[in-house]
């Protein structure tokens, strides 16, 4: 049996999608710029495009402006936001300690510029609180950036909450849904939303498309200048066929979002459950506001690394952590954060499943993993050590 558990990295292309992908690539492929009848077929399409995705977040057309994925969306949020608090004189962002790189990297870019950042802590729960957001926010503060969904440990964020924390204040407020879009409902004016990104990817669309929802009158500053694609806030000619296939994916994840929450969450639960019956292993994150396909535990005594080939030789895709790190020896960032001790982060796996996985995949999990565990830790002196007591058990 071969299983793909690993949907937060990405996802297969859905034939929705690659259906709406087709006839950009074969008969409309005009440049929606150009005024010929071919050009503003296209031109039409762009347009159905962009409204699904307002329809879907609650948002006006012209407020949404496509990207090349979910980074790109993160660093032209952040960067807008700030350029428009220096010139009122704040140049203070808040944010949390388990974002994404996409969000830290930009962050330690905008205190290159000049701006002062603080990292909020993050509960043992991995949920954080408005109030945490409240107690942070100065007079100075331009910006607070805070993730709708854990991309690792897949614990949801209060978000309505900090956003009228944020409006309360007169701050900005973005949030990265890359995990949250077309997984879980967004209102970007009830939840007092200005800034969100998120990557088509992630819900069955193509990769290399995101979506930036700014808010009507927030002046966005450019990352990628050239032509005056996208309102002029995005040069570059549209990439037409990602596009259409992400409007398509999005809207189908919207419409079946209920059935299929209601599909992955037993399936969730259940791997919790059984997994968290392995001798000192824990749960990451809290075990009900998460996102419902993601499973996320450590292992103690258990290197991540040998545990995902092992798994790959039974013919299952899962991950230690965010696939933008997999290169990394370092233990994640998220699950220090969270203040799993080095050597206890090293032991993390992540299943991220989504509507196709079925019961018989999520079983055949539950047979292969504890004898994987089993065995890496058979071979491990430091499991010798924890069990012989010269080293104490950390879970």
Not at 255 to 261: G, I, R, S, T
Not at 309 to 325: F, H, M, N, Q, R
Request: net charge negative.
């Amino acid at each position: 049996m071969y299983v793909y558990a690993d949907n937060a990295a990405t996802t297969a292309v859905s034939k929705t999608a690659l259906d709406a992908m087709m006839p950009c690539l074969t008969e409309c492929y005009g440049n929606p710029s150009s005024l010929y009848a071919i050009g503003q077929r296209a031109a039409e399409k762009l347009a159905e495009a962009r409204s699904v995705f307002a329809q879907y977040l609650h948002a006006q057309t012209g407020e949404i402006t496509f990207t090349s994925g979910g980074s790109e969306a993160d660093n032209q949020a952040i960067l807008s936001a700030g350029m428009i608090g220096a010139k009122e004189g704040k140049k203070h962002i808040i944010s949390t300690k388990f974002e994404h790189h996409a969000v830290l990297h930009t962050l330690r870019r905008m205190e290159r510029l000049g701006f002062e950042v603080t990292l909020l802590d993050i509960p043992e729960n991995g949920v954080v609180t408005a109030e945490q957001v409240r107690r942070a926010i100065r007079p100075d503060t331009c910006l607070v950036s805070v993730m709708f969904a854990n991309n690792e440990i897949g614990t949801v964020q209060p978000i309505a909450e900090i956003g009228a924390v944020c409006a309360q204040a007169g701050v900005l407020f973005h949030t990265d849904a890359v995990q949250a879009a077309g997984h879980l409902p967004i209102d970007v004016q009830a939840m007092h939303i200005d800034l969100l990104s998120l990557s088509a990817h992630k819900f069955h669309g193509p990769k290399g498309v995101g979506v930036l929802y700014a808010r009507k009158g927030i002046a966005l500053t450019n990352v990628i200048e050239g032509g005056a694609q996208e309102r002029g806030k995005r040069a570059g000619t549209e990439n037409m066929p990602g596009i259409c296939g992400a409007a398509a994916a999005f809207r189908e994840a919207c419409l079946h979002m209920d059935e299929n929450a209601a599909h992955l969450i037993p399936l969730r639960d259940k791997l919790l459950t059984e997994l968290s019956k392995i001798p000192h292993s824990i749960i990451n994150g809290d075990r009900v506001k998460r996102l419902p396909g993601n499973v996320n535990l450590c292992f103690e005594g258990v290197e991540g690394e040998s545990m995902l080939l092992l798994l790959d030789e039974k013919g299952i895709s899962a991950s230690s952590g965010s696939a933008c790190t997999s290169g990394s020896l370092d233990p994640s960032h998220v699950l220090l954060a969270l203040g799993r001790p080095h050597e206890v982060a090293h032991g993390s796996l992540r299943l991220t499943l989504c509507e196709t996985n079925t019961a018989e995949e999520a079983d055949y999990i539950l047979s292969v993993l504890p004898g994987i565990v089993d065995y890496l830790r058979d071979m491990s002196p430091v499991w010798d050590e924890l069990e012989h007591g010269q080293r104490k058990h950390q879970i």
